[in-house]
């Protein structure tokens, strides 16, 4: 039975597909594609005489129409999709039209661009005694967010957050985390493409991270990170602290810390 694979593209490197995704997309008869978001360089791994159709231009019914098209023809299809789909990445709806439709399909997770960032930065973003919990979302635009979600309500939770498609509101971002309770002082960073060729990364504050982020003509394509754990202050887990005993190890009284 033909099915359709959704993979997950990664963050924007084009080493940083899963080796499942690139299987698939490497034995793809039809690919249909984020191109706004997509690295293309990912489109190399494609056999030659695949078909590949940037999704950019198209509706649902544009995207959907064309998986029923290969599908009927008993082509392999990949729906590559940026980062992983399962954030803000609209697969439901397109998996939805599937099941109406009787056609198969897998998920194949991917790297997302949180994960991209926070490697490239080399941060952790649940810091032993700092953070425990990161908090992932996006400013309300045309898109809605429920009132229970807004920036101010999550920001008094004043833990790790990784906030997407923002950036073109950096200023609004930052009035709303101010207003939940963040402290200007509060360490922020935006990167623009993480893991990119031409990635480009701003640090600062609440206080200063607006300009920065207007000084370096950031406007689109990039995550906003704030939260303590960009910070100084650390802790060192009680995972490899030779005192502290767990299921594969005994700790050792009075050991040299």
Known sequence: MTIVSFVGAGP???DLITLKG???LAEADVIIYAGSLVNPELLDYCKDGAEKDDSASMTLE???SKMQ???AADKTVVRLQTGDFSIYGSIREQIEELKKLDIGYECIPGVSSFLGAASSMGV???VPEVSQSVIITRM???????DSESLEKLASHHTSMVIFLSVQGVGKVVRELLAGGYKETTPAAVIYKATWPDE???KGTLADIAMKVKEAGIRRTALIMVGDFLGDEYSYSKLYDATFTHTYRK???NAKK
């Open 200 to 202: 480009k990364m701003v």
């Open 140 to 146: 309300a635009g045309r898109t809605p967010v429920p």
């Open 22 to 24: 690139y299987r698939r």
């Open 251 to 253: 700790g050792i009284k």
């Open 124 to 126: 952790e973003y649940t």
């Open 69 to 71: 098209e290969a599908v």
């Open 62 to 64: 544009d995207i959907i």
């Open 12 to 14: 924007g490197d084009k």
